[in-house]
């Protein structure tokens, strides 16, 4: 029988009336003779609720305890939505992310999937299961503990899933109808795309857009999964079909831009008067990598004197990371600098396209557009198809207004 996956996320599963209805949903696609594989979130806002409590204990937590803390949403989300089913006369059967088992590696709070061992989940659905409602965001490492895949890991699961399962397609149910040329809430004009490739959406994602995690894209790109996102609200597929992200040679022609993504929770870290030699940068970035932290947008200054300047930016919640990394010194790894200058303050925005690939003059767009509206550009950072620049978090929205409209993105 055909597989499906169907993912949840929070807001789908909010509260008891929205689990029943996502177990309404589930039950009509069974109706087409399909076996489903629900892969869900906890309920909204439980994760964050969950994650206030640790770091109230302390920011810089055990990264295997916070797995085992932060994990348990999905689980009461899985149970319940199981017991629904079966309420409904469904064959369902909740999982956690151990007893599928779904491997990973021992990067705690955010592992990568290594393997799926499918043969328990087929022997069931062999046996007549219908339904498997499996915890998403889960893993399992060598050691036996639990690992969570980090924030937005339900998506990477259920694509996973899809894969190890060779499922037909992979159904992201959100609380938004599609992929939008931005986030609508800032950009009214925001218009749903029917068709991304590949890509753009893995950019869009990198870049701050919250439709899917990353990783999810990523190996929906490897494994060419058939991925869909679509509103849990709206069960009339003709009106809400939803958007689909697939191989750039499926989309007839691609606008020179698809979208414009944005992240609010930057900081900027400048460390001045480093050496400049051989070995310094290297030295920075692997105490930052030990210290897990995402460094994104890196700019090193002119030399003068033998010393030079080093500004990157990261996630604003791993500043105290960062700090951690920079300031630890030893006999062995001794590093010199004046200062450590840290603003949280900042904000990036992005501009995404495949048709940049053939197409000059889009930087120059794009920063005349900002100029324009007095928008100072803090660092650049490009790629073959995105062009991302640093500005003050309180232009934020102004400059997603400003580009949705200088690269006429409303219009289809």
Known sequence: MPKIVMKFGGTSVADIARIRMVAKRIKKDLSNNNQIIAVVSAMAGYTNELTREIENISPLYDAREYSAVVSTGENVTAGLLAMILQEMSVNARSWQGWQVPINTSEEYSSARIINIDTSNLLSKFNEGMEVAVIAGFQGLASDGRITTLGRGGSDTSAVALSAALNAERCDIFTDVNGIYTTDPRICPKARKLEKISYEEMLELASLGAKVLQTRSVELATRYKVKLRVLSSFSSDLKVNNGTLVCNEGEIVENKVI?????????????????????????????????????????????SDNGLTDMTFSCPIDQVPRAEVAIQKNTEKNNLQYDKLIIDKEIAKVSIVGVGMKTHSGVAKMMFEALAKERINIIVISTSEIKISVLIKRKYLELAVQTLHDTFELEKA
């Open 258 to 302: 698809a979208g414009v993504a944005y992240s609010r929770d930057e900081a900027k870290i400048t460390i001045t008067g480093i050496e400049d030699r051989p070995g310094v940068a290297a030295l920075i970035f692997s105490r930052l990598s030990e210290q897990a932290v995402n460094v994104d947008m890196i700019v090193q200054n002119i």
